[in-house]
T-cell receptor, first 114, second 111 residues
Framework: DSGVTQTPKHLITATGQRVTLRCSPR?????VYWYQQSLDQGLQFLIH???????AKGNILERFSAQQFPDLHSELNLSSLELGDSALYFC?????????????FGQGTRLTVV | DAKTTQPPSMDCAEGRAANLPCNHS???????VYWYRQIHSQGPQYIIH???NNETNEMASLIITEDRKSSTLILPHATLRDTAVYYC????????????FGTGTRLTIIP
């Protein structure tokens, strides 16, 4: 158990809908990262938050957004869903930014868009 | 981030040492080498990381060559539960803390 909690574990929704994925980082971790893993793309970095502020963006679609709340949990919002958004979404947390800090991953949310 | 090159797949007999190589010839002097693994579709699991010295923890050992252009992850006594995809990642210095995952090495432990 990494200490990172993601909910829900599974989500099935229709095209055009909007969903929210939730991540609770390890106790004391200030950094949260979101990754997407689809069959043909591997693990892709989406976005990084540190202590409530956005620090870095990857190839995150405009239909996707995220935020980190004062209690440090984070949410990833996916809207106008398409079939191609079906993937595993992972959240990771680390205690701080900078080098030499390992990140711990949650077990992911499997999103299926039908 | 420096790119890494790993063999796509490897087999190892149960109980033997598994040695997973990684080339990172363009690594910068202040970049660390990280290893993660992903068992089936679970979340990636941190294994070990290092800068230039060899490192060992309860899971594995990391051997980094003197020129830092390559490294080897060693699982000393592989078990069936070590079957996974192993990712070697070189992580940039300040200002870009993301982990960039490549395609990794699919390690299969043979009974």
């Amino acid at each position: 158990d990494s200490g990172v909690t993601q909910t829900p574990k599974h989500l099935i929704t229709a095209t055009g809908q909007r969903v929210t994925l939730r991540c609770s980082p390890r106790s004391g971790d200030l950094s949260v990262y979101w990754y997407q893993q689809s069959l043909d793309q591997g693990l892709q970095f989406l976005i990084h938050y540190y202590n409530g502020e956005e620090r870095a963006k990857g190839n995150i679609l405009e239909r996707f957004s995220a935020q980190q709340f004062p209690d440090l949990h984070s949410e990833l919002n996916l809207s106008s869903l398409e079939l191609g958004d079906s993937a595993l979404y992972f959240c990771a947390s680390s205690i701080r930014t900078g080098m030499n800090t390992e990140a711990f991953f949650g077990q992911g949310t499997r999103l299926t868009v039908v | 981030d420096a790119k890494t090159t790993q063999p796509p797949s490897m087999d190892c007999a149960e109980g033997r040492a598994a040695n997973l190589p990684c080339n990172h010839s363009t690594i910068s002097g202040n970049e660390y080498v990280y290893w993660y693994r992903q068992i089936h579709s679970q979340g990636p699991q941190y294994i070990i990381h290092g800068l230039k010295n060899n490192e060992t923890n309860e899971m594995a050992s990391l051997i980094i060559t003197e020129d830092r252009k390559s490294s080897t992850l060693i699982l000393p006594h592989a078990t069936l539960r070590d079957t996974a995809v192993y990712y070697c990642i070189v992580r940039a210095n300040f200002g870009n803390e993301k982990l960039t995952f490549g395609t990794g090495t699919r390690l299969t432990i043979i009974p």
